[in-house]
DNA sequence: GCCAACGTTGGC
DNA sequence: GCCAACGTTGGC
């Protein structure tokens, strides 16, 4: 028998057989090289394997992932991350060969032939979403204090914002693959396809205060850094007064307009070019 | 088998 | 460039 995963919200009482949901994040940066994955090439290949996927967690995720299955194409590392398409696993796992070629930026000595370490799974782009649904948008939903949708939400329903509260976006931010609920995946069809949100109006929530510093003075293990971490996050529990107040809305009229369409065309707004090229 | 270290990744 | 989450690795 087999865990599809540890501990964690999603596997709980769902039956095994149960069609999911996943999400995965096309990072413009790897390595330092731009690889420039957008939604404009996606839709323009149709199908693509998903190469370069070199996390763990995420590869175990690829490797459970089934035909026919929907997913989310999500633009990372970007100015403006944030949910552009919607698509569907059209091959299942399969061992991911540039791991295999060592003039490949994905290369990984550690991989063999007979005994792969890295797989990837075919990706076909289904459709755009009619709105961009931005990573700012999901985070001013899940901030809010309440179970109920914000004002202009209310279509998504309790069930709606609790699933975004809970989607692996905010805390596992890093992985670039990730499981998506039902639920989920529900409420970002929804926001994709109504929009009419101002995203003007979203304050981005500031950083957090970094308190630890000044208590470890050294040069922290790893191990010591992780512990510090930790237990500062037991101190500061969830939903100070600060927090709250993040969660209203704010006016933000100065905005930079500059990006508009580039934001969800996603490739790099063209650099200025020196006038030149003889 | 424990547990510290490592590696990956993306938001800010 | 820092921070964070966590599966895996490796020393013991």
Redesign the pocket.
């Known amino acids: 028998m087999r865990h599809c995963c540890?501990s964690?919200h999603h596997c709980t009482a769902e039956t095994p057989s149960s069609t999911n949901y996943w999400l995965f994040?096309a990072?413009r940066?790897?390595?330092g090289k731009e690889i420039k994955f957008s939604v404009d090439d996606f839709e323009a290949v149709t199908t693509t394997p998903w190469k370069?996927?070199?996390?763990?967690?995420?590869?175990?995720l690829i490797k459970e992932m089934k035909a026919g299955e929907k997913a989310l194409f999500?633009h990372?590392?970007?100015k403006d991350?944030g949910i552009a398409a919607f698509a569907e696993v059209s091959k299942e796992a399969y061992p991911d060969h540039t791991a295999w070629d060592c003039s490949h930026p994905y290369y990984?000595p550690?991989s063999k032939q007979n005994d792969p370490?890295w797989f990837m799974v075919d990706l076909t782009f289904e459709s755009r979403a009619q709105n961009f649904v931005p990573?700012?948008l999901l985070?001013f939903i899940a901030d809010s204090s309440s179970v109920s949708p914000p004002t202009g939400f209310e279509y998504l329903g309790d069930v709606g914002v609790s699933a975004i509260k809970e989607m692996d976006?905010f805390?596992?931010?890093?992985?670039?693959v990730q499981r998506v609920s039902e639920a989920a995946w529900t409420a970002v069809q929804q926001l994709a396809s109504t929009g009419g949100w101002d995203l003007s109006a979203k304050k981005?929530?500031?950083?957090?205060p970094?308190a630890?510093?000044t208590s470890v003075p050294e040069r922290p293990?790893?191990?010591?850094?992780?512990k510090?971490?930790?237990s500062?996050?037991q101190a500061k529990g969830r939903g100070s007064e600060e927090e709250l107040e993040e969660k209203v809305i704010r006016r933000v009229t100065s905005l930079p307009q500059k990006r508009k369409a580039e934001d969800y065309g996603e490739l790099p707004p063209p650099r200025r070019r020196a006038r030149a090229s003889v």
């Open positions: 540890t964690r994040k990072s940066i790897v390595k370069g996927v070199r996390h763990y967690a995420a590869r175990n999500y990372s590392n970007c991350p990984d550690k370490k990573l700012t985070r976006l805390t596992r931010g890093c992985l670039n981005r929530s500031p950083r957090k970094t630890a510093k293990t790893r191990a010591a850094k992780t510090a971490r930790t500062m996050q």
